[in-house]
């Protein structure tokens, strides 16, 4: 059985930082790449960084240069570094194998709520 377990969000101000951190089960994470979304209030949600087994990384654009993703594989866990956070970045985020089409997802854990304010 799938578990995730994202924690470490909050509220902050902008131009403040967060590290969310995200336990997975040993199977998913050791067999995929693994993914950090976020799902804001009336929108749909969206994939905003990505980690392969071995590291290599990509971001979407709206958080290139502000968020880092890691991963370490000893302990099953995955990391999202987000500095320079915006009002915009306000969103349940939520970790995950990766997937092309995020909807093709039928298990997500409880998330972690992110709240920047202006």
């Known amino acids: 059985q799938v578990q995730l377990v994202e924690s470490g969000g909050g509220l902050v101000q902008a131009g403040g930082s967060l590290r969310l951190s995200c336990a997975a089960s040993?199977?998913?994470?050791?067999?995929?790449?693994m993914a950090w979304y976020r799902q804001a209030p009336g929108k749909q949600r969206e994939r905003v960084a990505t980690?392969?087994?071995?590291?290599?990384?990509n971001y979407a654009d709206s958080v290139k240069g502000r968020f880092t993703i890691s991963r370490d594989n000893a302990k099953n866990t995955m990391y999202l570094q987000m500095n320079s956070l915006k009002p915009e970045d306000t969103a349940v985020y939520y970790c995950?194998?990766?997937?092309?089409?995020?909807?093709?997802?039928?298990?997500w854990g409880q998330g972690t709520q992110v709240t920047v304010s202006s």
């Open positions: 995950n194998e990766f997937r092309v089409v995020v909807r093709s997802i039928t298990y």
């Open positions: 980690v392969t087994r071995n590291g290599s990384t």
């Open positions: 040993g199977s998913i994470f050791r067999l995929n790449a």
